[in-house]
DNA sequence: CGAATTTGACCTGCGC
DNA sequence: GCGCAGGTCAAATTCG
């Protein structure tokens, strides 16, 4: 009995840390979104200022050649936030692609290093990322994407199975694809493209804000129903 | 033993 | 022109 209730409290503290973890990322989100709309607004002003004044390509700058050669996007680096155990130091994020490691560096801004990805899953493929760790919580990686893929994602992206993932991860890769799914994302879109249209979404906080509630309610659900149907095997 | 990672050196752009 | 910072290379090392 004793265990059982130890058990229960023990799930119950776990939906506390995820609850907290899920705050802190709609919390971060939101502010991503922000920033973003304003950065957005800005680029799109500057953009018509200097192909007036110049008239170059909007997105071309001359004075920035080999960094766009490196992370060759016009458009803005796509970034993804991922929360770890503080711990981890691997800066491993498991996002469908097989990346291969290239260098580290220590940056000025941030004490944590910056890992330096490329992606090995096809030869000449020219997509890379930068991983850091963020300045304010080590708990959570801050992923930079560049370049495109050459080639189609892996087998089974997303799609995590025990003996890889423990539950905590697969809750929260599902969260994800539920989150996901929420926004309407079909994965014959262009990632980049859906990322885009959400953040031009005057609703998207909450619609995002909905789903993650929605989601957390059907997780919570789900652990009750196990737990009971335990209880019940068991006595 | 081959593949992946580590790490110091090197290259390039930028600001002063 | 010089120094700094970010990004990449490649030899050495580690790992499976």
Redesign the pocket.
């Known amino acids: 009995m004793d265990e059982k209730v130890e058990t229960l409290e023990l799930e119950l503290q776990q939906v506390r840390e995820e609850n907290n973890t899920l705050r802190f990322m709609l919390e971060v989100m939101s502010k991503k979104c922000t920033n973003l709309k304003q950065e957005i607004n800005k680029e799109e002003n500057k953009e018509i200022i200097s192909s007036n004044q110049i008239g170059l390509s909007p997105n071309f ?7 766009l ?3 060759p996007t016009a458009k803005k680096p796509l970034q993804v936030f991922v929360k770890t155990h503080p711990n981890d ?4 994020i498991k996002d469908g692609y ?13 004490a944590s ?6 992606c ?1 899953m096809a030869p000449n493929c020219p997509a ?1 990322k ?1 991983v850091q760790k963020c300045l304010h919580d080590k708990s959570i990686i801050v992923a ?1 994407y ?1 370049g495109e893929h050459n080639h189609g994602v892996s087998n089974e992206p997303f799609k995590p199975s025990s003996s890889t993932l423990n539950d905590r991860e697969a809750i929260n890769t599902r969260l994800c694809e539920d989150v996901m799914q929420s926004f309407g994302y079909e994965k014959n879109v262009k990632f980049e493209e859906y990322v885009n249209s959400l953040i031009q979404d005057p609703n998207f906080t909450t619609v995002l804000v909905k789903a993650v509630a929605k989601t957390i309610i059907g997780q919570q659900h789900k652990r009750q129903g196990l737990n009971l149907n335990l209880n019940l095997s068991e006595e």
Do not use: C, H, M
Not at 89 to 92: D, G, K, Q
């Open positions: 700058d001359t004075s920035k050649r080999a960094r050669e490196y992370f130091e691997s800066l491993i097989q990346w291969r490691k290239y260098g580290q560096k220590v940056t000025k801004d941030n290093p910056r890992a330096y990805f490329r090995s890379k930068k930079t560049g």
